[in-house]
Nanobody, 124 residues
């Protein structure tokens, strides 16, 4: 069974930083591409970042690519989203996702499993 559990969300002022964490089972971590999406109130879920199972391929949404970083801890089976220079428009529920594919995708339908989400609120 694939399980993804996010943590690390919270309230931060604009310009601040947060690090989101996603704990995955060892089987999930070793066999899946892992990604982050977000969904703001009244908006569709959108792609944020993804990393391949090997760590060799990383992709970002244009809106975050100069501010966010995605990386993994292979020992702890964790994937992280480091978010810097946060803006009020980054406010959303952030979801960890896993895809049974080699090349990271940007589409919602590219991913097979989802976590419950963690709220990030950026105040102006």
């Amino acid at each position: 069974q694939v399980q993804l559990v996010e943590s690390g969300g919270g309230l931060v002022q604009a310009g601040g930083s947060l690090r989101l964490s996603c704990a995955a089972s060892e089987r999930t971590f070793s066999r899946h591409t892992l990604g982050w999406f977000r969904q703001a109130p009244g908006k569709e879920r959108e792609f944020v970042a993804a990393i391949s199972r090997s760590g060799g391929s990383v992709i970002f949404a244009d809106s975050v690519k100069d501010r966010f970083t995605i990386y993994t801890d292979n020992v702890k089976n964790m994937v992280y989203l480091q978010m810097n220079s946060l803006k009020p428009e980054d406010t959303a529920v952030y979801y960890c996702a896993a895809a049974n594919r080699i090349v990271p995708g940007r589409g919602f339908s590219d991913y097979d499993y989802w976590g419950q989400g963690t709220q990030v609120t950026v105040s102006s």
